[in-house]
């Protein structure tokens, strides 16, 4: 009987040390997903941060335009 009490409270604990790694597995899974999700996160303000900056290359690019037409228009000039 003791034998059977033995075997019996080995399985049992078996049973909850499986238990346990799953628990573990699910961290790590909810760990890698975070990080995951910060790389998105990051990739994202990136890739903002790098839209902002052409429109702040073109709006520069267009005020050169108008500065140069400005200065080569007729109106500009004095006529004798």
Same mark, same amino acid.
């Given at each position: ?18 238990? !346990? $790694?799953?628990?573990?597995? &699910?961290? /790590?899974?909810? !760990? $890698?997903?975070?990080?995951? &999700?910060? /790389? ?41």
């Amino acid at each position: 009987m003791l034998f059977y009490v033995l075997v019996d409270l080995f399985n049992f604990l078996k049973i909850l040390y499986d238990y !346990k $790694e799953e628990g573990d597995e &699910d961290i /790590i899974k909810a !760990k $890698e997903d975070e990080m995951q &999700d910060q /790389i998105v996160i990051y990739n994202e303000i990136v890739d903002t941060l790098r839209a902002i900056m052409n429109i702040f290359r073109h709006y520069k690019k267009v005020l050169k335009l108008k500065q140069k037409t400005k200065k080569n228009s007729p109106r500009g000039k004095k006529v004798h």
